[in-house]
T-cell receptor, first 113, second 112 residues
Framework: DGGITQSPKYLFRKEGQNVTLSCEQNLNHDAMYWYRQDPGQGLRLIYYSQIVNDFQKGDIAEGYSVSREKKESFPLTVTSAQKNPTAFYLC????????????FGSGTQLSVL | QKEVEQDPGPLSVPEGAIVSLNCTYSNSAFQYFMWYRQYSRKGPELLMYTYSSGNKEDGRFTAQVDKSSKYISLFIRDSQPSDSATYLCAMSTGQGAQKLVFGQGTRLTINP
């Protein structure tokens, strides 16, 4: 089945620690995205990538980093510089950077210990 | 003022009722309008996608766009307990998904 796989489902971060969230897609989509969702708030864009080896900051990129070495993979690192990392993180993809239809993974809940 | 406003609810209705979910927006350049359904602790799934003004129907779901009033709606007929979820509106000027603006979501519960 085609889709987007996010792992792990739950993740705990200690203070001062960097953690990496995995996102893999087999939809052959060019564009991939990371969103953060906080209770009662809409989705906020962290980073996006329209093509391999290229990515752009979204609205709330501070304290996060990404890489796009393969078309299928777009991992997100939450660094120690992100002071309020507790949130539900969603990875998404679209056929191209010009297509508005997003397909989402099932999310990763990150909490601080 | 937020670019997209959506009543967060929660909204609770009996099974079989007609549900109306709404969003208002301020950017007159928005042309693409979407509704996503998100079950608890899951990723959103695209439910309806419309371009410009008008209505679009898909089974029990109808999406309505009124660009003159900057108002979009999602109607659910014959609502079922399985429709219980958070519904997110999203809209775009057509410059790609990175420009999508989401509402904060309305939490809906259908009571058997």
């Amino acid at each position: 089945d085609g889709g987007i796989t996010q792992s792990p489902k739950y993740l705990f971060r200690k203070e001062g620690q960097n953690v990496t969230l995995s996102c893999e897609q087999n939809l052959n989509h060019d564009a991939m995205y990371w969103y953060r969702q906080d209770p009662g708030q809409g989705l906020r864009l962290i980073y996006y990538s329209q093509i391999v080896n290229d990515f752009q900051k979204g609205d709330i990129a501070e304290g996060y980093s990404v890489s796009r070495e393969k078309k299928e993979s777009f991992p997100l690192t939450v660094t120690s510089a992100q002071k309020n990392p507790t949130a539900f993180y969603l990875c998404a993809s679209s056929m191209s950077g010009h297509n508005e239809k997003l397909f989402f993974g099932s999310g990763t809940q990150l909490s601080v210990l | 003022q937020k670019e997209v406003e959506q009543d967060p609810g929660p909204l609770s209705v009996p099974e079989g009722a007609i549900v109306s979910l709404n969003c208002t927006y301020s950017n007159s350049a928005f042309q693409y309008f979407m509704w996503y359904r998100q079950y608890s602790r899951k990723g959103p799934e695209l439910l309806m996608y419309t371009y410009s003004s008008g209505n679009k129907e898909d089974g029990r779901f109808t999406a309505q766009v009124d660009k003159s009033s900057k108002y979009i709606s999602l109607f659910i007929r014959d609502s079922q307990p399985s429709d219980s979820a958070t519904y997110l509106c999203a809209m775009s000027t057509g410059q790609g998904a990175q420009k999508l603006v989401f509402g904060q979501g309305t939490r809906l519960t259908i009571n058997p």
